[in-house]
């Protein structure tokens, strides 16, 4: 955590407020966090979530609540100063999983669980959004949108990006996802790229169906999706050079109904990732080359189908520094770490079409808290002292972003 003094910074009001205010608005987020982790709703459809995140923000004097789409919600303040206009993100959905924590605020509705963190997200915005609405002015402009439907590609980023006129006038932008695999209180920032573009792929193989005891008359499109299966790792290992990162996994593999009949079509799914947009450009035609080759061997058709899912999200240098700066003052250099690149997929990547911007992760991992499993997994939880530690950093960061100068 942080004293007073690492968070003073020129001519913004009352840093020390911050501290001040710890120890109740530490609460507040854990009440805030509670809330939401007790009400999970599944992307695109987060109606009672946006109508509890716009009431809190209603109750916060100084900004301007309005609903874009109809499960986000925009916190808008303006300030008299000069300054510049800074984007803050939240994403706000949960995911179709069935929670297996047992503590006393697991999910009420079964089947949907925040299992990525994403209630601890809100809470944080929410908790940046009254310091803000309590600073007696504002450099610039600070706009905080806490987005639906980070978890179901085509995202709620892109509708908000592309479809509404959140992103008219803003400069820069910026947004934080905690990570339970970095220790509670630890920063991590990376310029460049950062996390991957997550393509999906979807394949049917078109055989011919008989008899198990006669595989000479039939076309097994089991056998030859088993080959597809093992080729593709070719496109990786052979296709590209060893230092262009690129994932081919296959997730899905369905066909057949019983031990003696060798059925007509298998159907297989999977994903690509990748940071490079070059690469990523050819992946689809090198990964349907092995598919057309192997099919083509062995007699059967197919129907392969290439989905480019969110954007490789690749961090502004400058922004990522500066953000780095911030994390040095808020949590300490000791706390502040280089941010590894993963082949997860983020939707924040949609902001960076139209702005420079950088995404940063704040550690939630507490082993005395079994907040360490992996996002996504039915026992993520995460250790709310990392609540505070994110509120800090994003408060600092959209003081530090909007100045006119920086
Ligand atoms: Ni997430």
Redesign the pocket.
């Known amino acids: 955590m942080t004293s007073s003094e690492d968070l003073q910074n020129g001519t913004q009001p009352r840093p020390e407020r911050l501290s001040a205010l710890e120890p109740q608005l530490s609460a507040q987020l854990v009440t805030w966090r509670r809330h939401l982790h007790m009400n999970p709703e599944i992307s695109f459809q987060e109606h009672q979530t946006a109508a509890y995140i716009a009431g809190e923000l209603r109750g916060m004097p100084g900004l301007e609540v309005s609903q874009l789409t109809p499960t986000s919600v925009l916190a808008v303040r303006k300030g008299t100063r000069p300054g510049r206009t800074v984007l803050l993100r939240a994403?706000i959905d949960a995911l179709p999983i069935l929670e297996e924590n047992t503590f006393d605020f697991v999910s009420q509705h079964q089947g949907a669980m925040h299992a990525?963190?994403?209630d601890g997200h809100t809470a944080i915005l929410l908790g940046v959004a009254r310091l803000v609405s309590e600073a007696p002015d504002w450099d610039g402009e600070l706009r905080m949108i806490f987005q639906h439907a980070?978890?179901q590609s085509p995202g709620g980023a892109e509708e908000l990006v592309f479809s509404t006129r959140l992103m008219d006038g803003v400069d820069v932008a910026t947004g934080l996802?905690l990570n339970s695999q970095l220790p509670a209180g630890v920063v991590a920032v990376r310029p460049g790229a950062f996390m991957a573009a997550p393509d999906n792929i979807y394949l049917t193989i078109l055989g011919r169906g008989g008899h198990a005891a006669h595989p000479e008359e039939a076309i097994d499109p089991i056998a030859i999706g088993a080959q597809v299966v093992t080729n593709l790792q070719h496109v990786v290992s052979r296709g590209v050079s060893a230092l262009d990162a690129l994932v081919v996994s296959v997730t899905y593999f369905q066909a057949g109904t019983t031990t003696n009949v060798i059925p007509d079509r298998a159907e297989l799914k999977g994903t690509v990732r990748s940071f490079d947009p070059g690469l990523r450009e050819r992946a689809p035609a090198l990964i349907e080359r092995v598919i057309r080759g192997v099919c083509e061997a062995h007699g059967a058709r197919y129907e392969y189908r290439y989905e480019n899912g969110y954007r490789p999200l690749i961090n502004n240098d400058g922004v990522a520094e500066t953000l780095r700066q911030v994390a040095v003052e808020t949590v300490g250099e000791e706390r502040t770490r280089l941010a590894q690149p993963t082949m997860g997929g983020e939707d924040f990547s949609a902001y960076l079409e139209k702005v420079p911007g950088a995404y940063f992760n704040v550690g939630s991992g507490n082993p005395e808290l079994e907040s360490g499993f992996p996002?996504h997994h039915p026992r993520f939880t995460i250790d709310e002292a990392a609540l505070t530690t994110g509120v800090q950093m994003m408060y600092a960061a959209a003081v530090r972003l909007g100045k006119a100068e920086l």
């Open positions: 994403d990525c963190g994403h980070e978890e996802h996002h």
